[in-house]
């Protein structure tokens, strides 16, 4: 079953949608447990004490934030060509620095979320905002790439960890339109991963093997980020996934015939 291309993608929707059902959950024990107190105790004994797992999230995100970096790391050192590697990132972060990728992106999602606001409430907000975080961005694409090409599935596995944390969080919050955001997950990824069976064929495995190697920088970017230790613009470095495509045939013109 784990040889599914489509399997990393269904790990993650189901990931969402459990993370989802467990933060309405919570939710409605919190909202039940609030009027609990507030009928028992008088309003003067009715004071905000910060709770000991208020600090729980940020934990458990830079934990997963070290997994990233694991499996980031072990991908990046599968590279072949290391001078292939060096001139993609350069050139990729030249082109995503000119088209300002990351910022593109931003101003998609808040776009999105203006003309949704208004337009089914809660539900809408919740879908909209918990589809573009779980969609948008360089683990997506990387993970499309691992799971179509290679079969493998870390990288997705990895994304269903950090997706579950923050559907939880997010559907605690704003709601039942948390869990929507599932199907866009599966649509979404689903079409990457479905590309890169197609690429697959297309390309030879030594470039899709750089073009992985690329992208497993990119992922410990993304793990160094969740940890808080940078602030890289990942989106902006997405290109440099693709630049193998053209320079590995290149480099074996100039460097080895």
Not at 11 to 21: H, I, P, Q, R
Not at 31 to 44: D, L, Q, T
Not at 189 to 214: D, K, N, R, S
Request: hydrophobic share 55%; glycine share 10%; with cysteine.
């Amino acid at each position: 079953m784990t040889d599914w291309a489509l399997w990393g993608t269904i790990v993650n929707t189901a990931a969402v949608l459990l993370g989802a059902f467990l933060g309405l959950g919570i939710k409605a024990i919190a909202s039940r447990a609030a009027k609990n107190k507030e009928a028992c105790e008088p309003p003067e004994e009715q004071e905000q004490t910060p709770s000991r797992f208020a600090s729980l999230p940020v934990t458990v995100q830079k934990g997963l934030g070290l997994c990233v970096l694991l499996i980031g790391i072990l991908g990046a050192v599968e590279v072949q060509n290391m001078l292939v590697m060096i001139v993609s990132v350069v050139l990729g972060a030249i082109v995503g620095e000119l088209l300002d990728l990351d910022r593109q992106v931003n101003r998609l999602g808040a776009f999105i979320e203006r003309k949704m606001k208004g337009r089914g409430g809660n539900v809408a907000e919740g879908f909209v905002t918990a589809t573009l975080l779980f969609c948008v961005g360089a683990m997506t694409v990387t993970g499309a790439m691992e799971s179509g090409i290679l079969h493998q599935h870390t990288t997705y596995y990895a994304k269903s960890m950090l997706d579950m944390v923050s559907a939880v969080i997010f559907a605690s919050s704003l709601g039942v339109g948390v869990a929507f955001s599932a199907v866009g997950v599966f649509a979404v990824q689903g079409i990457f991963t479905l590309v890169a069976v197609l690429a697959a064929g297309a390309i030879p495995v030594a470039i899709t093997g750089e073009m992985i190697a690329v992208g497993s920088l990119l992922v410990i970017a993304i793990g160094t980020n969740l940890m808080g230790v940078t602030k890289i613009k990942v989106m902006n470095l997405l290109p440099a996934m693709f630049f193998p495509i053209g320079l590995c045939p290149l480099y074996q013109v100039l460097f080895v015939m």
